[in-house]
């Protein structure tokens, strides 16, 4: 090797071990700067100085040694501690936000900021932070934590003479004999004023006023209008409304075009199949009036809007008893009385003077053990017991204790409920968070 090659090497391997020992020293420096900072600052909080203390553990946080968490569980403290004064609450739930977004962090981070937002009374971001560290960490520990709080809810300040189950995220309400529509947590979309009122569906409700049957949008504004004599109408959805003219009833588009079909009774639509009755019988027909159940029956059982159907199953009643009627096919036990499914996983069913639940395929779910129910919306079924309403989970556990006169299922996060005052809308605080359940 040429002596100009090895004076290079040996720049190259000083060079080398000049950069490793600045790296190392500085390091040092950090970790005992770090210390310094944090046993200063020790002193101060033991004298309770916390002001001084905080810009201390700040800048000894931002070093990155082991014993940056230290530094980090200390400043927290120290902000608890001045939760009082201007800005410290932000800056804990902010050094909580980052280390919740860590990759590494822990449940316990996530338990730490769900217990201060459940003290500080707020709900929904302490079910945020639950959720997150869910997903995180599949922490039992949190699933338990967020299944506690997941059904606390807040009620509405408006109270109404009446008001209807829930439909998508809109529900009929009465103040003094009038109607109008309310958002499904109870706030007024359209005015009480009219002395009938469909659904709302779409971007429209059908109204009775004055002799008149018109539709109304959500402004309350009137965009179309029924010429013919109608004496009574049903309720709006799938883009059809039964109508009760001379000769029977007969369905309508929202803009009032009549189909040709004639039936003695027609209720709503779900799912695009509604109960009719024709000849003194009962059956399920969809929009184009094929029969998905024959109308050869004693009566389909209905919800308090006239649906029938969800997850593909319907109550057929014959005599005494009900059935349960899965693609257009009769399945499993007979019942002494059901309640349409929603849509969703259970479906309430009577037997021997009790309430139980079943799935679509009529398995028994959650035992016949109450004196009323409703089927389950929302991850929610309401229940009688003891002249009470309340709600049971798809477990078959109390989460919302029955308090209420009546209630009425979930939908859109929010339920009507009576009480001692009227009918009010209950919403889950869940449903003020960042996302859904986990567990919907």
Not at 267 to 294: F, Q, R
Not at 406 to 422: D, M, Q, W, Y
Request: glycine share 10%.
């Amino acid at each position: 090797m040429k002596i100009s090659s090895r004076i290079l090497f040996c720049a190259f391997i000083f060079a080398l071990l000049l950069v490793s020992w600045f790296f190392a020293i500085n390091a040092k420096t950090a970790y005992q700067t770090q210390l310094e900072l944090m046993t200063a600052a020790a002193a101060l909080t033991a004298d309770g100085i916390y002001t001084r203390a905080a810009p201390m553990l700040e800048e000894a946080a931002g070093y990155k040694t082991k014993n940056t968490p230290a530094a980090e569980t200390e400043l927290k403290k120290v902000y608890l501690a001045l939760k009082n004064k201007k800005g410290y609450r932000h800056k804990y739930t902010d050094l909580l936000e980052k280390q919740m977004g860590r990759k590494d962090a822990g449940p316990e981070i996530f338990a730490e900021a769900a217990l201060y937002y459940l003290d500080a009374a707020n709900i929904p971001a302490a079910l945020d932070a639950l959720k997150a560290g869910i997903r995180k960490t599949g922490s039992g520990e949190l699933t338990q934590l967020y299944e506690a709080n997941r059904y606390r809810y807040e009620k509405g300040r408006d109270i109404y003479e009446t008001a209807s189950a829930i439909n998508g995220t809109t529900a009929r309400v009465c103040i003094e004999g009038a109607w109008g529509i309310a958002s499904s947590d109870g706030t007024i979309i359209i005015p009480c004023q009219y002395e009938r009122i469909s659904t709302f569906s779409a971007d429209r409700a059908i109204v009775a006023l004055d002799g008149e049957i018109f539709a109304v949008d959500r402004n309350n504004n009137r965009i179309a209008k029924l010429h013919e004599n109608a004496s009574e109408f049903g309720n709006y959805a799938s883009g059809r409304i039964p109508i009760l003219l001379d000769g029977g009833w007969r369905r309508s588009t929202g803009d009032f075009v009549l189909g040709s079909a004639v039936f003695e009774y027609i209720g709503m639509y779900s799912g695009n199949y509604a109960p009719a009755k024709t000849n003194g019988k009962w059956g399920v027909v969809d929009l184009s009036s094929k029969w998905l159940i024959p109308a050869e029956h004693d009566g389909i059982v209905r919800d308090e809007l006239g649906r029938c159907y969800g997850n593909g199953a319907v109550f057929v009643q014959n005599g005494e008893s009900v059935r349960l009627y899965v693609d257009g096919k009769p399945l499993g036990d007979l019942y002494d009385d059901a309640r349409p499914f929603s849509g969703e996983t259970y479906a309430a069913v009577k037997k021997a003077g009790k309430w139980g639940f079943i799935d679509k395929l009529g398995n028994l779910a959650i035992d016949y053990r109450f004196d009323d129910a409703l089927s389950f919306g929302e991850h929610l079924a309401a229940v009688m017991q003891d002249g009470l309403w309340g709600y049971i989970s798809v477990s078959g556990q109390i989460v919302i204790d029955p308090v209420f006169l009546e209630a009425k299922s979930f939908s859109n996060g929010s339920a009507p409920v009576l009480t001692e005052r009227g009918w009010q809308f209950i919403t889950l605080l869940e449903y003020k968070s960042s996302g859904p359940g986990l567990f919907s």
